[in-house]
Nanobody
Framework: QVQLVESGGGLGQPGGSLRLSCAAS????????MGWYRQAPGKQREVVAT???????RYADSVKGRFTISRDNAKKTVYLQMNSLKPEDTADYFC????????????????WGQGTQVTVSS
């Protein structure tokens, strides 16, 4: 029912920028914490950045100072602004969100998007 759809991925150049978006839809009552994760070939999925419902952000050391996570509650969307891209940023990027649905009480479930590919190369 609840769906998260990422967009904005593609080819970026080293030192360049990309902006990822993740829009949530469905019978959403409230969206809590949201985040971005990535998985490079042959590696485990890792957290990139998270943002709480209150706007508190945290970043992986590898992206701190380069990436910025933000959210637009009216659009039910979380963004990841990626600056100073490095080849090491190449990965599949996934967004997630803790969502409470109408009729579901105060229980929030974590939903995941299908992912969007980011390739950083010259």
């Amino acid at each position: 029912q609840v769906q998260l759809v990422e967009s904005g991925g593609g080819l970026g150049q080293p030192g360049g920028s990309l902006r990822l978006s993740c829009a949530a839809s469905g019978g959403i009552f409230r969206i809590g914490d949201m985040g971005w994760y990535r998985q490079a070939p042959g590696k485990q999925r890792e957290v990139v950045a998270t943002i709480t419902a209150g706007g508190n952000t945290r970043y992986a050391d590898s992206v701190k100072g380069r990436f910025t996570i933000s959210r637009d509650n009216a659009k039910k969307t979380v963004y990841l602004q990626m600056n100073s891209l490095k080849p090491e940023d190449t990965a599949d990027y996934f967004c997630n969100a803790d969502v409470s649905v109408y009729g579901g009480g105060n229980t929030a479930y974590t939903y995941w998007g299908q992912g969007t590919q980011v390739t950083v190369s010259s």
